[in-house]
Structure formats: structure tokens, C-alpha cells
């Protein structure tokens, strides 16, 4: 199986068949894959990488086991298959972070557009990706729809959903900077608009 990427939780392989494992990640490659992308530790310390580990791991096993109580259509997460308590099988997507690097800014506003409409029914639906990354846990399917590609990192109470929204966590730096410069602005307003604006 070919690695496609990594990221905190899981390691992605292409089956071959339009479909990928997503793999979670063991104990050295998780802290070593954390320790990579924190250098030079700007904003996170050396000695949180284990309870970034631990706190990951334990967001994936909550979010995998809401799956099948989630209200969305399969398609809406890439037509997950869950193999056991952590790793799941998954259409193969385009992650938005591939897609912006070869759009222009005017398809990438349209883009932004979709995945703001598309995250107000997540939340009308009770669920979210627990920092609305952008870039790193959602996708175009093969129809062009944008999709919820992490499963891992799901939040299904309102409680946490409205805190989420009131802490604004779409600005964090690590889901506004993997953006073109020419987007953020507009991603963060609209976000904005949609969610906080009444």
C-alpha cells in the first residue's frame, strides 16, 4: 500500500481500488509526526507532545464510536467503512489543502463558500470537526461535493459545537495559515458572517 499523507492521527494508504486506509497512527510515529510539524515548538512545547498524543487518541476513539448515531449521509464523510475502534476504510478524496494550491482565488472563494454552507448543515445536524480545519480534515469527493474527510475529531454535543463557534476556533493559526494568503481573510470572515453574525 502507498502512504499518501499523515497527519497527528492517522497515516493514509491508497488500497488501489478509489478507496484508502486510514490508519491510526502507533505510539514513535505519532510522536515523531507531532514533533515534525510543532518544530521549532513557535507555539507548542517539546514535552506536550504526549498529551497531544493521548488527547488525539482519545477524540478518535469518541468520534469513531458516534459514527454510526451521527445524522448525516455517508457520502457527507466519504462513505467511511469502520474496521475496529480506531482505523476505517474511506472513498478517496481531494483534500481541500491539494485543491487550493492549484485554483485561483475566484474558484477558491467558491470553494470556501461550499464548505461554509456545507459545515452550517453539519451543524444543523449536530456535529462538527472540532476546529473547522479547512485544509486538513475535509475534501472534495469524486462529484466535486466537499466532504468531512477526518472523522477522528467529531464534537456532537451543542455544548461543545456552541463553544466552539463562540471561541471563533476557525482562526486558530494552524487551520487559517495552511491557507493561500489571498483566502484567509475571506475564510475567516465568512465564517464569521455565517456563525456569528445574527
Known amino acids: 500500500m502507498k502512504l499518501l ?10 488500497l488501489g481500488n478509489g478507496r484508502v486506509l486510514k490508519k491510526y497512527n502507533s505510539v514513535p510515529t ?21 498529551e497531544f498524543y493521548r488527547g488525539c487518541k482519545e477524540t478518535a476513539l469518541d468520534s469513531i464510536k458516534k459514527l454510526p448515531n451521527v445524522p448525516l ?8 467503512k469502520v474496521l475496529n475502534a480506531l482505523d476505517y476504510e474511506q472513498d478517496k478524496l481531494l483534500p481541500l489543502h491539494d485543491h487550493f494550491e492549484i485554483v485561483d482565488s475566484e474558484v477558491g472563494k467558491r470553494t470556501i463558500d461550499a464548505f461554509v454552507q456545507f459545515n452550517r448543515l453539519l451543524v444543523n445536524n449536530s456535529i462538527i470537526d472540532k ?4 485544509t486538513k480534515n475535509f475534501a472534495l469527493d469524486a462529484q466535486g461535493r466537499v466532504v468531512l474527510m477526518d472523522i477522528g475529531e467529531v464534537y456532537t454535543s451543542s455544548v461543545s459545537i456552541d463553544k ?16 493561500p ?5 475571506y475564510f475567516v470572515e465568512s465564517m464569521d458572517r455565517e456563525f456569528l453574525v445574527k
Not at 449521509?73 to 467511511?80: I, Y
Not at 476546529?131 to 479547512?134: A, E, G, L, V
Request: proline share 8%; hydrophobic share 35%.
Open 164 to 179: 466552539q463557534i463562540r471561541e471563533r476556533v476557525w482562526t486558530a493559526y494552524y487551520t487559517v495559515d495552511p491557507l
Open 30 to 50: 505519532g510522536y515523531w509526526h507531532v514533533f515534525k510539524t510543532c518544530f521549532p515548538f513557535n507555539n507548542d512545547r517539546v514535552w506536550k507532545i504526549p
Open 131 to 134: 476546529s473547522f480545519n479547512i
Open 181 to 185: 494568503v489571498p483566502l484567509r481573510d
Open 73 to 80: 449521509e455517508s457520502w457527507m464523510m466519504g462513505n467511511p
Open 5 to 14: 499523507g499523515r497527519g497527528w492521527q492517522y497515516s493514509t494508504y491508497d
